[in-house]
Every structure is written in structure tokens, then in C-alpha cells.
Nanobody, 124 residues
Framework: QVQLVESGGGLVQAGGSLRLSCAASGRTFSRFVMGWFRQAPGKEREFVAAMSWGDRWSDRNTYYADSVKGRFTISRGSAKTVYLQMNSLKPEDTAVYYC??????????????WGQGTQVTVSS
């Protein structure tokens, strides 16, 4: 079993930055695919970014939604931490952001493990 806990959300002005963190506990997830999703009020949850990990560089891939490409960066810190660096934030980025994990496979999912979410609010 894997538990995921997000942190780092908050209120920021448009053009600002935030870094979200996702801490994993439980079984090892060193080779898991890790992703970030978001859900805005009244909208369906949508994919934001994901990355795969492995011993070889060829196993390490990232993928971003077009809406965040060039502004957001997904990365891994320690063996059990994943980050989402969000720059040049826009009001339309306002949402609850969720961390997700799955065994090696497609970056777009489906994902097996989910965090509880962290609120990001971008004011205009």
C-alpha cells in the first residue's frame, strides 16, 4: 500500500510561483510513475504532469498537459518525494491539486494511488 500526502498549496498572485510536494510512504515506489492532476470547481479532474523513473536515463520521461507546458516542472527529490514547480501562475490554474502514483506504465494512467489534494488559488 502507498500513501501520498501533498503540501505546498496556497494563495498566490497571478505571475507568481508555488512548489507542491508529494510525500510517499508505505511500499517502495522508486520505479512508480508519479503524476499530478487538478480539479477546478465545477470541472472534471484533469491531467497536469507525470514522470516515470528508472535506473536508466531512457526510463525517465516526463509529460505535460499543453496548458502548463513551459510553466510547470515535475521532478523527484528524495526516493519518496515528488515536486511540481509552478511558475507564471494564472487564475485558471486555480484548483485542488492531487498527487497520484501507479506501477510502471502509461504516464496518463490509470493511477492506483491518490493523495487527498492541496488547494492552489491564483488571484488576478
Amino acid at each position: 500500500q502507498v500513501q501520498l500526502v501533498e503540501s505546498g498549496g496556497g494563495l498566490v498572485q497571478a505571475g507568481g510561483s508555488l512548489r507542491l510536494s508529494c510525500a510517499a510512504s508505505g511500499r517502495t515506489f522508486s520505479r512508480f510513475v508519479m503524476g499530478w492532476f487538478r480539479q477546478a470547481p465545477g470541472k472534471e479532474r484533469e491531467f497536469v504532469a507525470a514522470m516515470s523513473w528508472g535506473d536508466r536515463w531512457s526510463d525517465r520521461n516526463t509529460y505535460y498537459a499543453d496548458s502548463v507546458k513551459g510553466r510547470f516542472t515535475i521532478s523527484r527529490g528524495s526516493a519518496k518525494t515528488v515536486y511540481l514547480q509552478m511558475n507564471s501562475l494564472k487564475p485558471e490554474d486555480t484548483a485542488v491539486y492531487y498527487c497520484a502514483g501507479r506501477a510502471p506504465g502509461p504516464l496518463l494512467g490509470p493511477y492506483e494511488y491518490w493523495g487527498q489534494g492541496t488547494q492552489v488559488t491564483v488571484s488576478s
